[in-house]
C-alpha cells in the first residue's frame, strides 16, 4: 500500500490551564497537521521586511500581531469558549483578536509545543523531517 501524500485532516484536543474562577474545564481542538499550503502561508505571514546583512544573513521585519492571530486561526478548529451572554462564541479571527492576553499566550503555547511534539514524533523515525519551517510564536509578556 502506498503512502498517504495529503494531511488527513485530524485533530487533537487540548484543556487550558484551569483557573480557580473557571467553571468549567475550557479546550481547544487542533489540527494535528497543517497542510503544505498552509505551513508556507504561515511561514510568510506577518513578515513586513527584509534586509541583507553580510553572509548571507538576512534580518526580518515582522508584525507579531499578525502571526499571532493568524497562527492560532490556521491551526484551530473548535473551543468551549462562550460569549457572556452563555453562547458559543465563533472561532473566529475576529474572536481571536479579542481573547486576553494570558488566553492568546496559553493558546500559542499548546500550538507550540504541539509542533515540537509532532517534529520530535517525525524525527523518532527513520526518515528525518526535511525543509519544514516552524514558527514558534510568544506573543506579549508571561508574569
Not at 497543517?34 to 548571507?56: K, N
Not at 508584525?63 to 472561532?91: H, Q, R
Not at 499548546?110 to 509532532?118: F, K, L, P, R
Request: hydrophobic share 30%; proline share 3%.
Amino acid at each position: 500500500m502506498a503512502r498517504n501524500r495529503f494531511v488527513a485532516g485530524s485533530t487533537k484536543k487540548f484543556d487550558l490551564p484551569k483557573h480557580p474562577d473557571d467553571e468549567e474545564q475550557d479546550w481547544i481542538e487542533i489540527k494535528t497537521e497543517l497542510t503544505y499550503g498552509e505551513e508556507q502561508r504561515l511561514a510568510g505571514i506577518g513578515v513586513t521586511s527584509y534586509r541583507p546583512l553580510d553572509d548571507d544573513k538576512g534580518e526580518l521585519g515582522v508584525d507579531w500581531g499578525v502571526l499571532g492571530v493568524e497562527k492560532i486561526a490556521m491551526y484551530l478548529v473548535s473551543w468551549s469558549f462562550k460569549k457572556p451572554n452563555g453562547d458559543t462564541a465563533p472561532c473566529d479571527k475576529n474572536s481571536i483578536r479579542n481573547l486576553t492576553q494570558e488566553t492568546a499566550d496559553e493558546i500559542l503555547d499548546i500550538i507550540n509545543q504541539h509542533e515540537a511534539d509532532q517534529e520530535a514524533l517525525k524525527n523518532s523515525g527513520t526518515a528525518q523531517a526535511k525543509g519544514k519551517t516552524t514558527v514558534n510564536v510568544t506573543v506579549g509578556s508571561k508574569s
